[in-house]
């Protein structure tokens, strides 16, 4: 099986930054994808950004020119740089991994942007 643990969350102020980092272990051949999630109280769980194998990224309009998704295949971990945070991005964030055929998601981690 294949876990996943994010790390990296905490509070921080409006316009500060933060990087996320989720570190998959176990039974992997490759990762196809990686991608992260967040849950804000209320709300549904949206999609943030993802990455694929070969660097091609996506992200939500809401983040887009604010977050960075990255990769370090050799260590099997994705990243989520976040920059100009805002009290709106406040949420636990999830990162997930898809391989051939099974996706797997961490236990997330708060963000707090509050001054």
């Known amino acids: 099986q294949v876990q996943l643990v994010e790390s990296g969350g905490g509070l921080v102020q409006p316009g500060g930054s933060l990087r996320l980092s989720c570190a998959a272990s176990g039974s992997i051949f490759s990762i196809n994808a990686m991608g992260w999630h967040r849950q804000a109280p209320g709300k549904q769980r949206e999609l943030v950004a993802g990455?694929?194998?070969?660097?091609?990224?996506i992200y939500s309009d809401s983040v887009k020119g604010r977050f960075t998704i990255s990769r370090d295949n050799a260590k099997n971990t994705g990243y989520l740089q976040m920059s100009s945070l805002k009290p709106e991005d406040t949420a636990v964030y999830y990162c997930?991994?898809?391989?051939?055929?099974?996706?797997?998601w961490g236990q997330g981690t708060q963000v707090i942007v509050s001054s």
């Open positions: 990455i694929t194998s070969d660097g091609k990224t």
């Open positions: 997930n991994a898809r391989l051939v055929a099974t996706t797997y």
